[in-house]
């Protein structure tokens, strides 16, 4: 027998093993979630009895997803793929799963309009999508899958890529990509927020980085950031300020399109590269078929949050003598995408907590910058030693022993392992309290200063 929540009626579906049947019950079970969810006020106009009402009913609800996703995950994704012979990215898979067994995860139409509130007075759906994708990417077929299918180029880069490949030239909006002798220069340009992260400039910047592993008159990839016309830095070039806290107030930082795609998306193909084969296929020796180039970093002013994750992905890094870095997350209330994989292997298991827990700021003159550059040279003689960096990345060697140094640094399967985790735990930290305290906090002191 399906056991039932005393208080909301809500069903917890016991699973038989039977796909059909356990997502019927399942269904059956959220829906009436739903009603009692639709029966309550708004979020923000709950007493407190409401506020435990609907929490312990959604809290049972995502304990049923979980259930259902450890027994059938494979099956779900088999389903949702033709077998696999449909190569779905993370949107794709989101919103199919729904009309698959409804309820597992929120409607294209749900998540329309909880994008139009702020992050405060959502109902927290996107938590869900987080189940989906812990469930989808543990999977031991599914996982490898969903991460090959977040490796193929974007259908806008391919739209691009015969006019980038005739002229060398692509203005992208937040993005432009510029090749001159076989170097592709992708520069940020994020200029309303200082080069902070958005779910806009996720799509132009994997638009960016596929343009550079597509065009073959391309050999090495630079990302460095644009001018800024902001007052304090009007003039001068700033590489990251991080995830848009703006956009995470007034709720426009997603989940799928932003936190799960740029881990999965540009990150990582900056990393293994770019998928260049169908689903399945391979180079007749078992490995997937992949372009990959190597990556070089130029930091001018600081690297913030997401902006020093970038950097422990590239292959040189050069900053400018004044520049910093930093990841404060924690602060911010989140996770810092898969920085919490890289980092002790790249800064040691004492820094990286530092950094991490308590938002320790690296100067790149320090001792321990020198672990996360590879130069620092004058602000006046970065443009010079970018280039000869880029030139000495220019070596069909380089692309192989870059191949081999990320196999050993970062095997696939914990890289996989890690994301899923990551889902689940950024999904939920999205919707924490003390995240929607911290970010009231930041947008009363903006508007005092103005």
Not at 28 to 39: H, M, N, S
Not at 393 to 415: H, I, Q, Y
Request: glycine share 8%; with cysteine.
């Amino acid at each position: 027998m399906t056991p039932v929540h005393a208080t909301t009626g809500s069903a917890v579906p016991a699973q038989t093993g039977d796909f059909s049947r356990d997502a019927a019950d399942l269904s059956f079970g959220l829906g009436r979630v739903e009603d009692l969810l639709a029966r309550l006020p708004a979020p923000a106009e709950r007493t407190a009895a409401q506020r435990g009402e609907a929490a312990a009913a959604v809290d049972r609800a995502r304990t049923a997803r979980r259930r259902f996703l450890t027994t059938h995950a494979e099956e779900l994704h088999r389903r949702l793929t033709d077998d696999g012979a449909m190569d779905l990215r993370l949107p794709e898979l989101a919103y199919r799963a729904p009309d698959l067994v409804p309820g597992l995860s929120p409607t294209r139409e749900t998540m329309a309009r909880e994008s139009a509130l702020p992050q405060a007075v959502k109902e927290g759906h996107e938590a869900d999508q987080g189940i989906l994708f812990w469930g989808l990417l543990r999977g031991a077929v599914c996982g490898p899958r969903l991460v090959e299918a977040m490796l193929r180029p974007t259908d806008r880069a391919l739209e691009l890529l015969a006019e980038f490949r005739r002229t060398g030239s692509c203005d992208l909006g937040t993005v432009t990509v510029d090749r001159r002798e076989g170097v592709a220069e992708v520069t940020v340009r994020n200029l309303t927020y200082l080069n902070s992260e958005d779910n806009v400039l996720a799509d132009d910047l994997e638009t960016a980085v596929d343009l550079v592993l597509l065009d073959d008159a391309t050999h090495v990839g630079v990302v460095r950031g644009g001018t800024m016309r902001h007052p304090r830095y009007a003039g001068r070039r700033v590489f990251s300020s991080g995830i848009n806290l703006t956009h995470l107030y007034n709720g426009r930082i997603s989940l799928v399109d932003f936190l799960l795609r740029r881990e999965l998306g540009y990150l990582n193909k900056i990393v293994r590269g770019i998928r260049t084969g169908p689903p399945g296929a391979d180079d007749g020796d078992g490995a997937p078929v992949r372009t990959e180039k190597p990556w070089v970093a130029a930091v001018d002013a600081f690297a913030i949050g997401g902006g020093m994750q970038l950097l422990l992905v590239f292959d040189h890094v050069v900053a400018e003598s004044e520049a910093w870095m930093s990841l404060p997350a924690v602060q911010e209330g989140i996770v810092p995408g898969a920085a919490n994989y890289r980092l002790s292997r790249i800064a040691g298991h004492r820094l990286a907590r530092r950094i991490i827990l308590d938002g320790h700021r690296v100067r790149v003159t320090d001792p321990e910058g020198r672990l996360f550059c590879d130069e620092v040279v004058a602000a006046d003689r970065m443009n010079d030693a970018v280039r000869a960096a880029a030139q000495r990345m220019d070596s069909p060697s380089v692309v192989s022993n870059r191949r081999m140094l990320n196999l050993a640094d970062e095997p696939a399967e914990g890289f996989r392992s890690y994301l899923a985790e990551f889902s689940l735990e950024q999904s939920r930290r999205l919707y924490s309290q003390d995240v929607i305290d911290t970010l009231e906090k930041t947008w009363i002191n903006r508007s005092r200063r103005g």
